[in-house]
């Protein structure tokens, strides 16, 4: 499997939201890379602990630094003592991200908590530690972890879909721009979850993985491997979605508008029929 030029030994790949979930497990596999990892999580002991589950993977550098993705000074503040330990990441992954229960009608704290952490988390990574890998001059990777409600968006978790919408048109900028700089070595790339057993899908009640769901390992795997090959939208499959479905929602979703069609039609009564037609093809 060919990797990304940034996913080298000895280099340095900062994760957020690397406590749990997707983020531990990218951390624990850039670690078996014979990367110095960086872990930034909220304080508390799942943080502590994440440190020392990453650093028995290998013998490289690893360090938590205890972050709000949200608050802009601390996030500068990780950027400072990144910057300390020998330059700016290789790899950046900004990751973070809550569902939080939230709904159209959620009280206000609720829509800012969800989106300083999804979306602002993302802006403020971006913001702090790009124009450094960029002057780095060596390769490098941001690796954003949008979601598929990011772009089907569902009825339900509204928060929580307009942040990952926000996620995705940001990450494009970003890909965009990084492309435009002659001889820029960084890439961004947007990381597409399918479903997968982590600390978010627990707390929707799941005790144990359903068979729907993939590991975040198992992830994390497809996720290096669709890096390797260069790919900006990694779209990932699970147990129970492929990716020929995965297209022909998006298709549908995108098809509202050309097709003069109301909001969110796939979960209209008047089109279930169509939509299903349009599922089988
Ligand atoms: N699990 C899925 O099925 C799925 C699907 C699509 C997208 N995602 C996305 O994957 C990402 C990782 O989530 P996960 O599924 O591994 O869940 P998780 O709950 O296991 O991990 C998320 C981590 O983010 C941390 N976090 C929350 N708020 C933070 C903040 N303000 N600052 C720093 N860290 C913070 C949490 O403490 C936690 O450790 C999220 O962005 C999520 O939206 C997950």
Known sequence: MSQHPALAPGRCALVTGAASGLGLAAARAFAGLGMNVWLADLPGEALEAARAEVAAVAAVEVRAVPTDVGDRAAVDALRDAVLAHGGPPAVLMLNAGIEAGGRLFSDLDLWHRILDTNLWGVVNGIGTFVPGMIEAGRPGAVI??????????????????????????????????????????????????????????????????????????????????????????????????????????????????????????????????????????
């Open 144 to 281: 954003v972890t949008g979601s598929k409600q990011g772009i089907t968006t569902p009825p339900g978790n509204t928060p929580y879909n307009v942040s990952k919408a926000g996620v995705k048109v940001v990450t494009e900028a970003l890909a965009h721009d990084l492309a435009g700089r002659a001889g820029c070595p960084v890439t961004a790339h947007l990381f597409i979850p399918g479903f997968v057993y982590t600390g978010l899908t627990r707390a929707r009640g799941a005790a144990e993985k359903p068979e729907g769901a993939w590991t975040p390992e198992e992830t994390v795997a497809f996720l290096l491997e669709r890096l390797g090959r260069g790919d900006f939208y990694i779209l990932c499959p699970d147990n129970e979605t492929t990716r020929a479905q995965d297209e022909r929602r998006i298709a549908w979703a995108a098809g509202d508008i050309i097709e003069n069609r109301p909001a969110l039609s796939r979960w209209h009564p008047d089109f279930a029929e169509a939509f299903r037609r349009h599922m089988e093809g």
